[in-house]
């Protein structure tokens, strides 16, 4: 009869470990890893192209030196991160992250509305082939980004949800930190970065009055 209860036993467990959620959990926690890497991976493609971009546009425009030492400053912080999986459970680092990586990008796209004002830079051979690439990597940066926004949705439903919530709690899985898409259709849109165009030239000012003798 004990034999019988103890086989009784084992089944139930087994049954409660298989219906608990904790292999979904750990499947869905190594997808946000590895979606995760691929975002780093991405982000850190487009700081290793700033540095020839920067020195392309300095030799057309140096004179460009506030928007040349931003970009290279906003890089420096971006890159001087300390980034690895455990950034995941500390939303504060992964806060500061998102924001090292925004600063860069703006600084990027004011470096790319410079470009605007010197022809010869973009009929550049070097700097077009920089600009196809730039392009490609916001592509790539946009839909690692996507993938990694569904794969912590997916992770943090089952974390929050019964009865996968309280086999989360016992073995300490927490939701993990999403980026915050301030406008989701412009991060659904990748920036263009294409200067094939002519540029639109710059309104002409006013006249000043001369002064009244």
């Known amino acids: 009869m004990r034999r019988l209860i103890r086989a009784v036993a084992v089944v139930a467990v087994g049954l409660s ?30 700081a290793d192209l700033i540095p020839q971009l920067v020195a392309t546009v300095k030799g057309f425009a140096a004179q460009e030196e ?79 980004r996507n993938r990694y926004i569904e794969s912590v949705q997916a992770f943090n439903t089952t974390v929050r949800q019964f009865p996968s919530n309280l086999t989360a709690m016992l073995f300490k899985f927490a939701v993990k930190p999403n980026f915050a898409v301030e406008n989701e259709a412009e991060i659904a849109a990748p920036p263009t970065v294409d200067f094939g165009s002519p540029s639109t030239p710059a309104p002409t000012p006013p006249p000043v009055p001369a002064p009244t003798s």
Do not use: H
Not at 22 to 44: F, H, I, M, R
Not at 100 to 113: D, E, M
């Open 66 to 144: 506030k928007v040349l030492v931003g970009v290279t400053e906003a890089r420096a912080k971006a890159t001087s991160m300390q980034v690895s999986p455990e950034m995941l459970n500390d939303p504060a680092a992964f806060q500061k992250f998102q924001e090292a990586q925004g600063q860069l990008g703006s600084a990027l796209k004011s470096l790319l509305l410079v470009v605007e004002r010197y022809p010869d830079l973009k009929s550049d051979a070097n700097f077009r082939e920089l600009q196809a690439q730039l392009e490609g990597t916001e592509n790539r940066i946009a839909v690692a």
């Open 17 to 46: 470990l298989t219906g608990c959620g904790y292999n979904t959990l750990q499947q869905q926690d190594e997808g946000v890893k590895a979606s995760w890497a691929e975002v780093v991976n991405q982000y850190k493609r487009r």
